[in-house]
């Protein structure tokens, strides 16, 4: 466990699927993680982190942000309309677009600030009734929807059900990403990140593996 030890597991996944690394984007997810595991995970020179709540982020990154030039801070948990404009102000990256409504706010928002984080489209592959996401069956007119309102869609996001095989979702939504003509694919945990970038991943978020165990209070 720890940052070099899931580096080298990427490369070696890269090397067994014949990918470049390089093209691998490896999110820390430090959702509930203490400050010092996170700094110390900055301090060996990590820059990419992600986050599931506007109210966390808001807490932890603007310090370490300044503390840490170059530091990206990717939103992948959900996203209410309430809070979306503080969401777009904080994020780099938002990998939970999936309602028009927030399409739609986003839209309106990225008028107002000037600017608009990269956005992801979650897909509820699993069609779990408790889980956030677009359906697939809904998703090529939800990706037009966004593409009308000029948003910066750059690719899917899934979260596999717990209890199925997280591969046969990964391949499901690279190909719901190739007929919609994106190459971003947010995909891949701590248990399964190795499968997903053998499914084409280009962006693993991965919490636990990095940081150790969250302790929830
Ligand atoms: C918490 C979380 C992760 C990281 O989970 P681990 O199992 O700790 O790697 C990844 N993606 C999302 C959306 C999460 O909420």
Not at 65 to 75: D, I, Q, S, Y
Not at 102 to 124: H, K, M, S, W, Y
């Amino acid at each position: 466990m720890g940052l070099s030890d899931i580096r080298s597991r990427l490369e070696a996944a890269c090397t067994a699927a014949g990918r470049d690394p390089a093209e691998i984007t490896l999110i820390a997810i430090s959702k509930v993680q203490p400050n010092d595991r996170v700094e110390a995970v900055l301090e060996a020179g990590h820059r990419v982190f992600g986050e599931n709540t506007v109210q966390e982020a808001e807490s932890k990154w603007p310090d370490f942000r300044a503390r840490f030039p170059g530091t990206e801070v990717h939103l992948v948990g959900p996203l209410q309309s309430n809070k979306a404009r503080r969401a777009m102000e904080l994020f780099d990256t938002i990998h939970s677009v999936d309602r028009p409504k927030i399409a739609r706010a986003i839209a309106r928002l990225t008028d107002e600030i000037g600017r608009c984080p990269d956005l992801f489209i979650q897909v509820n592959t699993g069609e779990e009734a408790q889980k956030a996401g677009v359906l697939p069956s809904d998703t090529d007119a939800f990706v037009a929807e966004c593409r009308d309102l000029n948003l910066p869609v750059r690719g899917l996001m899934c979260i596999p059900p717990a209890e199925e095989t997280p591969s046969l979702h990964f391949a499901l939504l690279r190909k719901i990403a190739e007929r919609n003509g994106l190459t971003g694919l947010s995909m891949g945990m701590s248990a399964d990140f190795e499968e997903a970038i053998a499914q084409g991943a280009t962006h693993v978020r991965v919490g636990s593996a990095i940081f150790g165990d969250r302790v929830y209070s």
